[in-house]
C-alpha cells in the first residue's frame, strides 16, 4: 500500500505560481510511475502531468510549458511546480501512482491522494 499526501495548494492570482508536494508513505516510489491529476468544479478528472521511472515526462497540452513534475525517490516525494497560473487552472489537485504508465495516463491509477484545492483569481 502507498499512502499519497499532497499539499501546497492555495489562493494565488493569475500569474503567479505555485508548488505542490505529494509526500509518499508505505512503499518506496520508486517502482511508481508518478501523475497529477485535477478536477474542478462540475467536470471531470482530468490528466495534468505524469513523471516514469527515470526521465520520461508528459504533460496536458493546457499547462505544457508552464508545469513542470519532478519526483525524489530517496525523499518518497513528487512535486509539480505551477508557473503563470490562470484561472482555469483552479481544480483539487490529486496526486497518483501506478505501477503501469498507461494506467496511470489513463486515470487509473493504483493509489489517489485526497487532493490540495488550487483557486486562481483574475
Known amino acids: 500500500q502507498v499512502q499519497l499526501v499532497e499539499s501546497g495548494g492555495g489562493l494565488v492570482q493569475a500569474g503567479g505560481s505555485l508548488r505542490l508536494s505529494c509526500a509518499a508513505s508505505?512503499?518506496?516510489?520508486?517502482?511508481?510511475?508518478m501523475g497529477w491529476f485535477r478536477q474542478a468544479p462540475g467536470k471531470e478528472r482530468e490528466f495534468v502531468s505524469v513523471?516514469?521511472?527515470?526521465?520520461?515526462?508528459e504533460y496536458a497540452d493546457s499547462v505544457k510549458g508552464r508545469f513542470t513534475i519532478s519526483r525524489d525517490n530517496a525523499e518518497n516525494m513528487v512535486y509539480l511546480q505551477m508557473n503563470s497560473l490562470k484561472p482555469e487552472d483552479t481544480a483539487v489537485y490529486y496526486c497518483?501512482?501506478?505501477?503501469?504508465?498507461?494506467?496511470?495516463?489513463?486515470?487509473?491509477?493504483?493509489?489517489w491522494g485526497r487532493g490540495t484545492q488550487v483557486t486562481v483569481s483574475s
Open positions: 497518483a501512482a501506478a505501477a503501469a504508465r498507461s494506467r496511470l495516463r489513463a486515470g487509473a491509477a493504483d493509489y
Open positions: 508505505g512503499r518506496s516510489i520508486s517502482g511508481y510511475n
Open positions: 513523471i516514469g521511472l527515470s526521465t520520461f515526462q
